[in-house]
């Protein structure tokens, strides 16, 4: 029997260590450093490194392999928070029950530090790349991976999309568009890279591609669940808030019954994607199972 | 003789047509794309991305070698300018005689944008390298040392240093090193990335970089020395401005005679570091004469 639990506190804590040493080495001591820091390490839930490493792993990889696209995920997926939580965007004064990074620093440091932590992601990828000059075309393949999933054809271009839809109420199918790429890029990225620095070949990535495609949009569809039916104490956040705004979610489009019956589908495509790797894959069966199962 | 204009004429427009396609392929039509387009587009020298196609051809290859980077090289500079002229930093409402990007579009959109260039600077290293993969490593390298040059330990730091600056002013030393970071890093990454991917030997991208690590403290002495006596005509923008604001200066901490023999002497190093190069570094020479000699 898989133990997932005992699976993501490993691999966390080999993300965690990691991100440790490269702002140490990167980063020299000062406002900037402490800032990156502060955000970096406030305990985040590391799924898409964990989905880099798993991804890896079920090619026949090991976690070592990937490690170096893994924190790059982090710290890119990092910077995006500290972004939307600009006042300029959405004003944002907590996050994960801590003072934003411009409200514990201030406005000029939370941009510098983010713009920081989105250069030292490609900074990581492109120097793992030049220490192992026999795998350049891993690199480079998996750091193109994450950089078009992270701009203006992914990540940045969702924010923009979703910003918008703030005036302007979406369907279903501007919906799903939108978490495809302000969430569901990075999560594919993750997911692709991770198989690529595993050694996996075209096909491989490509199953992989599609789990992490599916597992995305599940993990939306959940997310909005939930702030319909969640227990707020086991969620360390208020419930209801996305009806009170008027926000357009999967609930409020097909419904809550329908909701749940479109994520265990989509839990289920993925799975079947998983087919292919047999018992290697047992750690990515086990978070898209975690993902349709979570209370918070 | 070299003939300066005709070159830089030559280079900005093969510099521009590039920047225009890659924008047109990366970033779907939308406001985000409007708000890059209009930053990245905006009327600048060109200084990184042409030192760059230069010091490709000065140890032998082609400027189209090189384009990738220089591209890159000219997207971080356009986001540094346009997060740098946010409320939140310097507070800027006009750049080269054009409203700034959060003033013709809106706050929110100018983060982005600049997220997006940033991003898309490290999407056209990688690809450029995905696509050459014979020359991976040069892509690798090139791109560590522009991803270096832009974060934590090179411009990012810089402009935090910067800002701290305007509570407490610095010494000489202390400015030297501000600049080195904010300005001087970008400009050396220029010169050695656009190297290694001309196919220069170890010892040439030295060379190089002690040739761009002059021209770069010369540019910000002599732009000093322009704020002290420039003609406001010729340069667009009044003079004075430093002196008013109590900002660390060339000439407020070493006198402006002084200043301008130390403008001189750091042109003549960097000619130096030319000599092994002959006839083909005629471009770089002449862009550190033009950099002493310049009314604007």
């Not at 639990?5 to 990167?26: F, H, P, T």
């Not at 569809?221 to 969620?235: K, R, S």
Request: aromatic fraction near 4%.
């Amino acid at each position: 029997m898989f133990d997932l639990k005992l699976y993501l506190d490993d691999r966390r804590r080999l993300v965690n260590r990691s991100l440790e040493e490269m702002l140490q080495r990167a980063a020299p001591a000062g406002r900037l450093h402490d800032a990156m820091h502060y955000s970096l390490m406030a305990g985040g839930k590391r799924l898409r490194p964990v989905l880099c490493l798993a991804a890896a792993e079920t090619v026949g990889g090991c976690a070592a392999d990937a490690i170096g696209a893994a924190c790059a995920l982090e710290m890119i997926h990092t910077y995006s928070l500290i972004h939307d939580d600009l006042p300029a965007m959405d004003d944002d004064a907590l996050r994960r029950g801590k003072p934003t990074c411009h409200v514990a620093f201030d406005e000029a440091t939370a941009i510098l530090a983010g713009d920081a932590l989105l250069t030292l992601a490609f900074d990581t990828l492109l120097s793992a790349g030049v220490r192992q000059p026999r795998r350049a075309r891993q690199w480079l393949s998996a750091g193109m991976d994450i950089a078009r999933a992270s701009g203006c054809r992914g990540m940045v271009e969702g924010q923009m999309q979703d910003m918008a839809a703030e005036e302007t109420p979406l369907a279903l199918d501007q919906l799903r568009r939108m978490h495809a790429l302000k969430t569901g890029a990075l999560i594919e990225a993750a997911a692709t890279s991770g198989a690529v620095l595993g050694g996996a070949d075209e096909r491989q990535v490509e199953h992989l591609h599609a789990y992490a495609r599916n597992i995305g949009l599940a993990f939306q569809v959940t997310d909005d669940i939930l702030n319909v039916e969640g227990d707020p104490q086991l969620m360390g956040k208020a419930v209801g808030t996305d009806a009170a705004r008027c926000k357009s979610t999967y609930p409020g489009l097909m419904g809550l019954a329908a909701s749940k019956t479109f994520a265990g589908q989509l839990v289920d495509e993925a799975r079947r994607a998983l087919a292919p790797f047999g018992e290697r894959a047992a750690p990515l069966a086990a978070i898209a199972e975690y993902i349709l199962k979570r209370k918070h």
